[in-house]
């Protein structure tokens, strides 16, 4: 199955791919000099050997990537969707745990992408699964260890610039 990725997840994707391409050259260039250390005798050296599984785990780990690369599906949008919650959505949630209520701006992104700092959630995950095709003012719930939670879409926006300025206007 092909993962969705947005244009910026393929830019991200290519530079893995090419950072790992590098980090591989220069395993095999440590190999290369531990086992001129070592000559004949390449068994004795641990160094050697740790070079040799990296450069496999790195080698497997760009096969890896590229396939998902090549098999993946680039979601192209001119613009946010700002009615209904998709790939790309930026969208504010009320999350009401047991406890206590939260919002968040969340911006669903595609494979490769996620970063839970920047509040970037993969579509992939449970949370963003739920709000994909939800509408503002429509609501899902969400098993968490605490219990359910019932999450409501507030507002979508068109861009991250949208977003801070609703911030300094409420």
Partial sequence: ????????GEQLIRQQIADSEQELKQVRLDKNVAFNACGDDKLANPNFHKLEQDEQI?????????????????IQFDERNTEIVEIGSIVKCSCEYPDFTEEEVYEIVGYGESNIDENKLYY?????????????GEETNLSVPSGKVKCRVLQMYGSWDEVEKWKFQS
């Fill in 58 to 74: 790195l080698e497997e780990r760009i096969r890896e990537i590229q396939h998902v690369y090549k098999t993946a599906e680039v």
């Fill in 124 to 136: 992939g995950t449970p949370i963003a699964m739920k709000l994909i095709g939800l509408k503002v």
């Fill in 1 to 8: 199955m092909s993962v969705k990725i947005t244009p910026n």
